[in-house]
């Protein structure tokens, strides 16, 4: 069964520190993975997605995230946090040949806390 | 263009009773997939239709049940209440014509309280 461990259940950086957040996955084919994230009573946006092709996928509000088969991991990445960006943060693993998004799978999420 | 609608966006019903929700998904979009998040299980796949037929089922009891109309539109329905049931029930629409490259565009989520 497919599964996804966000390792880091809170973090809390300075305005303008860079920041990782850490996902691992486990699937048995090629998974495809996404990163969301969610704001205080507000659904999930999607910030990146990655499908196949260039291991470094960019997304929105300048995150991106690398994925590295060899150790399951989809690490989102950002080289200098906003205050705007304090949230919580999804990472899932979807794929099951169906032709569309269902089914995703997610972390139990990571809350960033921002720092000024 | 406007994003998927949930109604209500709260809603309180007590144990025993029964509730419908409803998500209207982002125009053209054919597949809508249902979420439960609750802080002691996280996001949890409910199901997914697609034009009107359920493709996809997560592992919930059968008290938990769904269906979508010809305009797309879905509804979910929760009979007998129960205290766990209370969560945030979101739901994701996607184009969905083939192939996976679609991203799930999620609404803001019924907050559904049962006491």
């Known amino acids: 069964a497919q599964s996804v461990t966000q390792p880091d259940i809170h973090i809390t950086v300075s305005e303008g520190a860079s920041l990782e957040l850490r996902c691992n996955y486990s699937?048995?084919?090629?998974?495809?993975l996404f990163w969301y994230v969610q704001s205080p009573g507000q659904g999930l946006q999607l910030l990146l997605k990655?499908?196949?092709?260039?291991?470094l996928v960019q997304g929105i509000k300048g995150f991106e995230a690398e994925f590295k088969r060899s150790q399951s991991s989809f690490n989102l990445r950002k080289p200098s946090v906003h205050w705007s960006d304090a949230a919580e943060y999804f990472c899932?693993?979807?794929?099951?040949?169906?032709?569309?998004?269902?089914?995703?799978?997610f972390g139990t999420g990571t809350r960033l806390q921002v720092t000024l | 263009k406007a994003g998927v609608t949930q109604t209500p966006r709260y809603l309180i019903k007590t144990r025993g009773q029964q509730v419908t929700l409803s998500c209207s998904p982002i125009?053209?979009?054919?597949?809508v997939s249902w979420y439960q998040q609750t802080p002691g299980q996280g996001l949890q796949f409910l199901f997914e239709?697609?034009?009107?037929?359920?493709?996809n089922k997560g592992n919930f009891p059968g008290r938990f049940s769904g269906r979508q109309f010809s305009n797309s539109r879905s509804e979910m329905n929760v009979s007998t209440l129960e205290l766990g049931d209370s969560a945030l029930y979101l739901c994701?629409?996607?184009?969905?014509?083939?192939?996976?490259?679609?991203?799930?565009?999620f609404g803001q989520g019924t907050r559904l309280t049962v006491v």
């Open positions: 899932a693993v979807g794929g099951l040949g169906t032709g569309t998004a269902s089914k995703l799978t």
């Open positions: 990655y499908f196949s092709g260039d291991t």
């Open positions: 239709y697609f034009s009107e037929t359920q493709r």
């Open positions: 125009s053209g979009h054919r597949s």
């Open positions: 699937y048995g084919a090629t998974p495809y």
């Open positions: 994701a629409s996607s184009l969905a014509v083939g192939g996976f490259d679609t991203e799930a565009f």
